[in-house]
């Protein structure tokens, strides 16, 4: 009995002293450490937009603050071009910033095409293959007096008569922050998940003609707001 117990301390003992051979930072022992990935070397696409683009585009591209670039019907109106121009370029003048080096921002060219890519991958090719989508670029300049006329019956119950109500659209801050393409894109696509629905959801189906009306009267709004600013 006697004989076991020594035996017991001494593994004990043999244990306690092997722990700190077992750790990382025991001295002679070389620590197993995960080499960093540098930012200019990220290839997944999932952590690329989780970085750069989800804040405001929510996640899978669905909205937040602002238009889901993964919502089937953008990427119906929106062409590869189209959206490595705008992740590369950013819109100037609104918070949609620049990412590509060549432009000040810190993507590479390998690290956009992953990001197009990847935003393509949501697209549903079939979803408006009969559907009389309007166009992404802008037509020739839209008549303000008709957009005012199809801004009464399809905007204003949600907007107000001068789209200053609850939900403001015709407000001076927020037509200085935002361009007459991005109107057009919030037109066309909506914005679901603040309740904005988009071109089929009013109380008919807005036209490429009914949507270059309606930004042309927001834009006039926009000059006669900032007109009255500086008075």
């Given amino acids: 009995m006697r004989k076991t117990r020594k035996t017991i301390k001494l593994v004990a003992l043999c244990l306690t002293a092997m722990l700190p051979l077992m750790s990382c930072d025991a001295p002679g022992r070389q620590a197993v450490e995960t080499p960093a990935i540098r930012p200019a070397d990220i290839a997944d696409f999932r952590v690329l937009y989780s970085q750069n683009c989800s804040g405001c585009h929510g996640a899978n591209g669905q909205g937040a603050l602002t238009v889901g670039i993964g919502r089937p019907v953008y990427l119906a109106v ?35 095409d992953i990001l197009v890519h990847g935003i393509r991958g949501w697209a549903n090719p079939g979803a408006f293959a009969n559907a009389m989508l309007p166009s992404y670029a802008p037509s020739p300049s839209g008549d303000a007096r008709r957009g005012a006329e199809i801004f009464q019956v399809s905007c204003a119950p949600c907007h107000g008569r001068d789209g200053r109500g609850t939900r403001a659209i015709a407000d001076s801050s927020y037509l200085a922050l935002v361009t007459d393409q991005h109107l057009r894109t919030v037109i066309i696509v909506g914005m679901p998940q603040l309740g904005m629905p988009d071109w089929r959801s009013h109380n008919k189906p807005l036209t490429d003609t009914d949507v270059g009306d309606l930004v042309a009267w927001l834009a006039a709004r926009r000059e006669a707001l900032s007109a009255q600013l500086k008075q």
């Fill in 78 to 112: 929106a062409d590869d071009g189209t959206i490595r121009k705008t992740i590369e370029e950013g819109r100037p003048g609104t918070p949609m910033p620049a990412f590509a080096r060549k432009s000040g921002g810190l993507l590479t060219d390998a690290q956009i």
